[in-house]
């Protein structure tokens, strides 16, 4: 999709040399997060991707890390620390 095209434009790379892409992502609901994360990790190769949008009340937060990285990186981690930051 042109969202996740957009997306990947703001990747970043960490000090460790980890390509990362943090953004919020307005309308969107969990399901379409996960694709978009999905479809973000393909595209950047190896990497941590975590999108964050709103469904009501509540804040809503999908991560995921290419498979190079799992042993290193640990998504549901990632989102845990996330909440705790958030509130």
């Known amino acids: 999709s ?3 095209g957009d997306l990947a434009a703001q990747m970043r790379t960490t ?3 980890i390509k990362v892409i943090v953004e919020r ?3 969107a609901d969990t399901d379409t997060l996960r694709v978009m994360v999905d479809r973000l990790r393909v595209k950047i190769g190896s ?5 964050a949008g709103r469904s009501g009340d509540s804040a809503i937060l ?9 042993k290193s990186v640990h998504a549901g981690n990632l989102v ?7 509130g």
């Open 2 to 4: 042109s969202a996740s």
């Open 15 to 17: 000090s460790r040399g």
């Open 25 to 27: 992502v307005d309308g």
């Open 47 to 51: 990497g941590v991707v975590a999108l």
């Open 62 to 70: 999908v991560a995921g890390v290419t498979p190079d990285l799992v």
């Open 80 to 86: 845990k620390e996330a909440v705790k930051v958030s």
